[in-house]
Nanobody, 119 residues
Framework: QVQLVESGGGLVQAGGSLRLSCAAS????????MSWYRQAPGKQRELVAV???????NYPGSVKGRFTISRDNAKNTVYLQMNSLKPEDTALYYC?????????????WGQGTQVTVSS
């Protein structure tokens, strides 16, 4: 069974930085696109960063220039470096990965890690 486990969330002041990690474990043949999403209370879940298996990245305008996604394929891990954090970045952050097992390929989600930015 595949699991994604996030870590690195916490409380930080506005202007500060955090680095999130998400490690995939299980019997994994390969991992395709990996992404970070966030969901604030009362709002829909939104995409904040995506990285393909080839390393191409994309970000929405709200985080571009402040957030950086990266991955370590040897460790089946994706990272999100968040700089110049703002109170509006406060949310539960989830990772998502397209994981190939010996049975099939499907998307998996982590359990989420809380990021709180104080003003």
């Amino acid at each position: 069974q595949v699991q994604l486990v996030e870590s690195g969330g916490g409380l930080v002041q506005a202007g500060g930085s955090l680095r999130l990690s998400c490690a995939a474990s299980g019997i994994i043949v390969g991992i395709g696109t990996m992404s970070w999403y966030r969901q604030a209370p009362g709002k829909q879940r939104e995409l904040v960063a995506v990285i393909t298996s080839g390393g191409a990245t994309n970000y929405p305008g709200s985080v571009k220039g402040r957030f950086t996604i990266s991955r370590d394929n040897a460790k089946n891990t994706v990272y999100l470096q968040m700089n110049s954090l703002k109170p509006e970045d406060t949310a539960l952050y989830y990772c998502n990965a397209e994981v190939q097992t010996i049975v099939r390929t499907r998307d998996y989600w982590g359990q989420g890690t809380q990021v709180t930015v104080s003003s």
